[in-house]
C-alpha cells in the first residue's frame, strides 16, 4: 500500500507563488509516476502535470510556462512549483501516483487528501 500526504496549501494574491509537495510512504520505492490533479468548485477534477522516475513530464496547457513539477527520488517527494497564480487556479490540489503510469482522466491507483489553494485578492 502506497500513502501520499500533500502540503503547502494556502491563501495567495494573484500574481504570487505556492510550493506544494507530496510524500509517498508505504511501498513506495517502485513508484513510477507521480503527479498533482486539481478540482475547483463546480468543475471536474482536472490534471495538472506529472513526472515520471525517468525524468518525463506532461502538464496542463493551463499551467504551462507557470507551474514547474519537481521529483527527489530518494526521498519519494514530488513537488509542484507554482508562479504567476492566477484567480482560476483555485481548487484542491491532490497528489497521485501509480507503479505503472498516470492515464487521464482517471488517474493513477493512489491519491491523498487533498490541499486547499485559493488565490484571491
Known amino acids: 500500500q502506497v500513502q501520499l500526504v500533500e502540503s503547502g496549501g494556502g491563501l495567495v494574491q494573484p500574481g504570487g507563488s505556492l510550493r506544494l509537495s507530496c510524500a509517498a510512504s508505504?511501498?513506495?520505492?517502485?513508484?513510477?509516476?507521480m503527479g498533482w490533479y486539481r478540482q475547483a468548485p463546480g468543475k471536474q477534477r482536472e490534471l495538472v502535470a506529472f513526472?515520471?522516475?525517468?525524468?518525463?513530464?506532461k502538464y496542463a496547457d493551463a499551467v504551462k510556462g507557470r507551474f514547474v513539477i519537481s521529483r527527489d527520488n530518494d526521498k519519494n517527494t514530488v513537488y509542484l512549483q507554482m508562479n504567476s497564480l492566477k484567480l482560476e487556479d483555485t481548487a484542491v490540489y491532490y497528489c497521485n501516483a501509480d507503479f505503472v503510469s498516470i492515464k487521464p482522466p482517471q488517474g493513477g491507483a493512489y491519491w491523498g487528501q487533498g490541499t486547499q489553494v485559493t488565490v484571491s485578492s
Open positions: 513526472m515520471t522516475s525517468i525524468g518525463s513530464t
Open positions: 508505504g511501498q513506495s520505492f517502485s513508484i513510477f509516476a
